[in-house]
């Protein structure tokens, strides 16, 4: 395949890892804690999508809708259950208790999911080009043909509406200056009368609507299986820090570089290889992070 395929491939692998990741900065930002269980997060979300999309008639639309509330209400329940009585012990505490229960769901997951991947169904539609149509003897076509899928433009086109619409809240909505200033000083914010608990659930719940989403755009585009977001939850923590801890603008950025990463590595490296793709995008993060330590946005990391 041509460089440009590659890099259609990047840009849709970032798109699904930018919108999860937005919710995994928010989350690090304005709770202040690393929630290694938001990969199952993901594949709650993708489950839901799935069995909505096998048991309903409606169109495609209706099963992201509905997993997305699903990945909402899942995150906030969890975090009333298990995170807000702990929020006072410190991020130590609340990141082994999100290793914790992330093990637990993915292992029920398995139990009541079963352990074989599933595919949600769409309608595929195919545009093809051809980079060079009428190519001379002997001249190099570095490019190649290369396609868009209708699944392509789903995922591109749910990211992008993700991004203004995060972008809307955090500027143009008093929740979301809120959560801005919950990020930068949280004791000022509760001075100045900011119900600082309803601005947490608010983050666990876009959080976790963030996560349905991606969960079905990653199952759309590839497969969901219970190990689904664990595999990924990798590549989300290092799009975050990359981007700068806490910034979600950042967070896309970064997702897009470790997307691209991940394709152009897998389309150099040898077949028998392929599964060091993200070796070579922790290698990116760790070469950006050596020369500029608070991540692609500048953003000061958090300290406990």
Same mark, same amino acid.
């Given at each position: 395949?041509?460089?440009?395929?590659? =890099?259609?491939?990047?840009?849709?692998?970032?798109?699904?890892? =930018?919108?999860?990741?937005?919710?995994?900065?928010?989350?690090?930002?304005?709770?202040?804690?690393?929630?290694?269980?938001?990969?199952?997060?993901?594949? &709650?979300?993708? /489950?839901?999508?799935?069995?909505?999309?096998?048991?309903?008639?409606?169109?495609?639309?209706?099963?992201? %809708?509905?997993?997305?509330?699903?990945?909402? %209400?899942?995150?906030?329940?969890?975090?009333?259950?298990?995170? !807000?009585?702990?929020?006072?012990?410190?991020?130590?505490?609340?990141?082994?208790?999100?290793?914790?229960?992330?093990?637990?769901?993915?292992?029920?997951?398995? &139990?009541?999911?079963?352990?074989?991947?599933?595919?949600?169904?769409?309608?595929?539609?195919?545009?093809?080009?051809?980079?060079?149509?009428?190519?001379?003897?002997?001249?190099?076509?570095?490019?190649?043909?290369?396609? %868009?899928?209708?699944?392509?433009?789903?995922? %591109?086109?749910?990211?992008?509406?993700? /991004?203004?619409?995060?972008?809307?809240?955090?500027?143009? !909505?008093?929740?979301?200056?809120?959560?801005?200033?919950?990020?930068?000083?949280?004791?000022?914010?509760?001075?100045?009368?900011?119900?600082?608990?309803?601005?947490?659930?608010?983050?666990?719940?876009?959080?976790?609507?963030?996560?349905?989403?991606?969960?079905?755009?990653?199952?759309?585009?590839?497969?969901?299986?219970?190990?689904?977001?664990?595999?990924?939850?990798?590549?989300?923590?290092?799009?975050?820090?990359?981007?700068?801890?806490?910034?979600?603008?950042?967070?896309?950025?970064?997702?897009?570089?470790?997307?691209?990463?991940?394709? /152009?590595?897998?389309?150099?490296?040898?077949?028998?290889?392929?599964?060091?793709?993200?070796?070579?995008?922790?290698?990116?993060?760790?070469?950006?992070? &050596?020369?500029?330590?608070?991540?692609?946005?500048? !953003?000061?990391?958090?300290?406990?």
């Amino acid at each position: 395949m041509g460089l440009l395929q590659e =890099a259609i491939f990047g840009v849709v692998t970032g798109s699904y890892i =930018a919108i999860a990741a937005i919710g995994f900065t928010l989350i690090y930002g304005i709770v202040n804690m690393i929630n290694f269980a938001y990969g199952e997060y993901l594949t &709650l979300g993708a /489950f839901v999508g799935f069995f909505t999309a096998s048991t309903l008639p409606g169109p495609l639309p209706v099963a992201v %809708v509905v997993a997305m509330a699903g990945g909402g %209400v899942v995150s906030i329940a969890l975090a009333r259950g298990f995170f !807000t009585p702990i929020n006072d012990t410190g991020p130590v505490p609340m990141l082994l208790t999100s290793i914790g229960l992330g093990i637990a769901i993915r292992n029920a997951i398995r &139990l009541f999911g079963g352990r074989s991947a599933r595919y949600i169904e769409t309608e595929t539609s195919t545009i093809r080009f051809n980079a060079v149509p009428d190519a001379a003897v002997g001249s190099i076509d570095l490019l190649g043909g290369f396609f %868009v899928t209708s699944e392509h433009l789903i995922v %591109v086109g749910s990211a992008v509406a993700v /991004f203004l619409s995060v972008h809307l809240l955090l500027t143009r !909505t008093e929740v979301g200056i809120a959560m801005r200033a919950m990020g930068d000083d949280e004791d000022l914010a509760r001075v100045r009368g900011i119900d600082t608990q309803l601005i947490r659930d608010s983050v666990w719940l876009l959080a976790g609507v963030l996560a349905g989403l991606s969960g079905v755009l990653l199952a759309i585009q590839t497969n969901v299986s219970p190990t689904t977001g664990f595999s990924h939850i990798l590549q989300i923590l290092s799009a975050a820090i990359l981007g700068g801890a806490g910034s979600p603008y950042g967070a896309i950025v970064g997702a897009y570089v470790i997307g691209l990463a991940l394709a /152009f590595s897998t389309a150099v490296l040898p077949s028998s290889m392929t599964s060091l793709s993200s070796a070579v995008a922790f290698a990116i993060l760790i070469v950006v992070l &050596l020369v500029r330590p608070s991540g692609i946005a500048g !953003t000061e990391v958090r300290k406990a």
